[in-house]
């Protein structure tokens, strides 16, 4: 359980429970039926434009916005916002770059939505602190409920990939 490292022993073991009885990705598709149909860069740059425009429309612009293969959940990157500085004539220009690991453009709606608002939020608060999570909260109020139970459809995800596997 990997995803779930720092939650409290009690609620661990209630995970486990569910995996032990086999009941944990039934519990997430009950919670979770549908799948959005976010599926192109396209659509995710509209939808991440949507969020951002009307909820944070005075911040800076989005330069780009994709789906990416390269980003691995392993290395505990659900999606990534980015400054990229390049050089232009004399100037140096900076562009705000937000990717989501390819693995959500099959995910419930709820899921996209907690880690682009994250991203977003990414924009008025850098680091992890009391200010980022109080953002990300007033953008999606279940924020932290999405949050993890994405943690336990990555570790169902996980168990769906040993279980083939063997």
Not at 16 to 30: A, C, F
Not at 63 to 85: E, P, R
Not at 127 to 155: G, I, N
């Amino acid at each position: 359980m990997k995803y779930l490292g720092g939650y409290p022993a009690h609620l661990l073991q209630q995970v486990q429970g569910l995996i032990d009885e086999g009941k944990l990705g039934n519990m997430l598709s009950q919670r979770y039926p549908e799948q959005h149909e976010v599926r192109t860069d396209k659509a995710l740059y509209d939808y991440v434009m949507d969020l951002k425009q009307r909820y944070l429309r005075s911040s800076e612009p989005i330069n780009k916005v994709a789906f990416d293969s390269k980003l691995k959940v392993i290395q505990h990157a659900l999606g990534t916002h980015t400054m990229v500085s390049r050089v232009q004539g004399g100037k140096l220009k900076a562009k705000r770059e937000i990717r989501v690991a390819s693995l959500f453009r099959e995910a419930p709606p709820e899921f996209l939505q907690m880690i682009v608002v994250h991203e977003l939020a990414h924009l008025r608060q850098r680091e992890h602190d009391k200010a980022f999570y109080a953002l990300c909260t007033h953008l999606a109020p279940q924020y932290h409920q999405y949050e993890f139970d994405l943690r336990l459809w990555l570790v169902w995800r996980d168990l769906q990939v040993q279980s083939v596997g063997l």
